[in-house]
């Protein structure tokens, strides 16, 4: 009886050693009597004791590599150090387990390895602007490269580059000449802007100025044009005046009856008229002269 119970004992022993869980996110690559036997998804497994045993734990979230920086040399012989960033995850882990020795440090090798391949064809310059087509290119070599191990790169990125010290010092003054550069053009463009605007202000005011100069000499004009108009119609007037009195003095002279007589004796008066004013020198005609003379002898024989 106590034998059964031990063996039960022992039974259960080896039966509950038999007994794997999987958590979420791994596998577990099984072997038995030595060789690949099964990979355990997630979830409680059973195994054969002393036959069966886990020979890799492998995680299946996407991890990241990151490897210390890499010296590289450009196609115009400068020497830099640049580190990079790799995200990979596991899509096979048999492949993972017996495909390389190593996987992280063969993955890290060959991301050198590429990299400087790729920084090999490149300038300098090339290679501080052209980060994403280095990232492109290497994220298709790597992940070409470690499919027989069943890794899946996912990106890469290059973290950092580090040019020599008298290269960032020549580059800081290249930038440094750049932004003064730039500086001088934008005070250059602000002043001719700046130029610009006050001749346009000049121009505006000079056109503002010629109109109202020209406003005012038409004002002026049409002035003394009204003013002209109202002297000649002034004068019109006193003319048409004067003109009316003679023609009423003649009307009233016609009906009195007078004869030739009284009439030259009114050119004579209007003669006599005439030269009270500042003239030098009258010139009357015959006709008045005989009458004149005859009236002065009429006027001597009624003495």
Do not use: C
Request: hydrophobic share 45%.
């Amino acid at each position: 009886m106590g034998f059964l119970i031990v063996l039960l004992v022992l039974i259960l022993a080896v039966i509950a050693a038999g007994v794997r869980i999987v958590p979420q996110g791994s596998a577990y690559v099984v072997e038995r009597l030595g060789r690949y036997h099964t990979t355990w998804s997630a979830g409680l497994r059973l195994m054969i004791p002393f036959v069966d045993r886990v020979a890799r734990r492998v995680l299946l979230k996407e991890r990241v590599a990151d490897f210390p920086p890499q010296p590289v040399i450009t196609k115009d012989n400068v020497t830099m150090q640049i580190d990079s960033v790799v995200y990979y995850m596991v899509v096979d882990p048999r492949l993972y387990s017996y495909g390389v020795e190593n996987p992280i440090l063969a993955m890290e090798n060959l991301t050198a390895t590429t990299l400087r391949n790729i920084i090999g064809d490149m300038t300098l310059d090339e290679t501080l602007t052209s980060r994403e087509v280095i990232n492109s290119q290497m994220l298709r070599t790597i992940d070409l490269a470690t499919d027989p191990w069943g890794i899946k790169v996912t990106r890469v990125e290059l973290k950092n580059i580090m040019p020599p010290a008298a290269i960032q010092e020549a580059m800081e003054k290249q930038m440094k000449a750049e932004r003064e550069k730039r500086a001088q053009i934008l005070a250059s463009e602000g002043h001719k802007q700046s130029m610009i605007l006050e001749a346009e202000g000049e121009k505006e005011s000079a056109v503002l100025q010629a109109e109202a100069k020209k406003q005012a000499t038409i004002l002026a004009a049409e002035a003394q044009k009204e003013k002209e108009i109202r002297e000649a119609e002034g004068k019109a007037e006193a003319i048409l005046k004067v003109q009316q009195a003679t023609a009423d003095g003649l009307k009233m002279i016609k009906e009195a009856g007078a004869d030739e007589a009284v009439i030259r004796l009114k050119s004579l008066e209007a003669f006599e008229k005439a030269a009270d004013g500042q003239a030098t020198k009258i010139i009357i005609p015959s006709e008045i002269q005989s009458f004149a003379g005859l009236a002065s002898g009429v006027k001597e024989v009624l003495k």
